[in-house]
């Protein structure tokens, strides 16, 4: 499983995507009001030429939105053209609403095929609402908007869509999208996708990030189609072009770290464990996923991570508190805790640092870590 960036400002939607987008915008708006509004706004043959030979990703975004469309006056019919449907898109608040559950239990019980008694208001309210993540501004010129929302995408009025997403420093993180099967044929995952990378270029958020991959998902191959799409490293943290060679290499293995691989002179094609041959890393006895001169996030300047210092100075981190046996206590409890470096990532200062440091202060209040697992 690797986590998977774009560089927003970079990204160059494919045919297929930008097709998904011009039909759904053509849907929404008619060919009434296409043609009319066409007719009352005349182009001239250079702007006509542009838009056949250029893209611009952020205006197609919003080319059906009620709020940006030009709805022009006709003299003739004495009225304003209207589009066909209204289509508004809006970032919410992650909070709970009855119309937000009903359209995720449509979601879950047609796409996912899940029974309808697995599918609870308790479990969406834990699973996709009132994240841990403080909202507010990030710090700087740019003051991006921060914290964990829904895109709510409606028609008409209804609810129709929605995407879950973490806005952090220099990132629009998509965690999860859900429609209704009623509209199951307009490609919303394609959709979704430049309407998340487009929110990241107008926020001034440098990149977007697709979640997960996993190379060997067949569901999660699509992810792939975006582009240029980085990987991140899991042993340097660096984000590594998903490029034909890179392609190859997780198509013949299982774990796949870059600069290893490059490091050890090994090629895109060497033995894979599937094939029943040896594996190219049973040779290097340093080899471990996790290695410590890797494992503290503190040095890799991760975007949406907190520094060593931000921890110290915003968390208590030895008010943690972990499940030892059948007792709860505090990190500040533990034998050698005071005199632990964050920095040192043999200690488990920097262990428990760097996890604080994701998960940010709130929730560092309000978890307990499990030791016994």
């Known amino acids: 499983m690797s986590r998977l960036g774009i560089d927003a400002l970079a990204f160059k939607p494919q045919k297929d995507q930008r097709q998904a987008l011009n039909r759904w915008n053509k849907f929404v708006l008619g060919d009434g009001y ?34 940006a469309l030009n709805r022009p006056y006709d003299p003739r019919l004495k009225k304003t053209i209207e589009p066909m449907h ?6 919410e608040n992650d909070t709970f609403t009855e119309e937000k559950f009903a359209l995720f239990a449509n979601y879950q019980r047609v796409v996912h095929h899940e029974p309808p008694s697995k599918v609870t208001r308790a479990g969406f309210r834990r699973f996709l609402c009132s994240s841990p993540i403080d909202k507010g501004r990030s710090e700087g010129t740019r003051g991006e908007k921060l914290g964990s929302f829904h895109q709510c995408y409606r028609l008409d009025g209804r609810l129709i869509a929605m995407a879950v997403l973490d806005l952090l420093p220099q990132c629009v993180s998509g965690v999860y999208f859900i429609y209704h099967d009623d509209f199951k044929e307009w490609n919303f995952g394609k959709i979704s996708a430049l309407r998340e990378a487009g929110l990241a270029i107008e926020g001034g958020y440098k990149y977007y990030y697709m979640g997960y991959y996993i190379h060997s998902c067949a569901k999660m191959r ?10 991140l490293d899991p042993e340097t943290y660096q984000w590594d072009l998903l490029d034909t060679d890179l392609r190859r290499r997780l198509d013949a293995r299982r774990y796949v770290s870059l600069s290893r691989e490059r490091r050890l002179g090994i090629s895109a094609t060497s033995a894979s464990a599937s094939t029943g041959e040896q594996s190219p890393f049973d040779d ?53 805790w005071d005199a632990a470096d964050i920095l040192d990532p043999k200690s488990i200062k920097c262990l428990f640092g760097g996890f604080a440091a994701t998960i940010g202060p709130k929730a560092t209040r309000q978890v307990v870590i499990d030791w016994n697992q």
């Open 34 to 67: 296409i043609r009319e509004a066409a007719r009352l706004n005349a182009k001239s043959k250079e702007e006509k030429a542009r838009r056949k030979n250029e893209f611009d990703h952020c205006a197609t975004v919003h080319g059906s939105e009620h709020t």
């Open 86 to 91: 209204k289509f508004e898109v809006a970032l």
């Open 222 to 231: 699509y992810k792939g189609d975006y582009g240029p799409q980085y990987v």
């Open 284 to 336: 290097d006895q340093d080899f471990h996923p996790l290695s410590l001169e890797n494992a503290s996030l503190f040095s890799k300047n991760m975007p949406g991570v907190m520094t060593a210092e931000q921890v110290q100075s915003q968390i208590e981190l030895g008010k943690m508190r972990i499940r030892l046996g059948s007792d709860i206590v505090h990190l500040e409890d533990l034998v050698g």
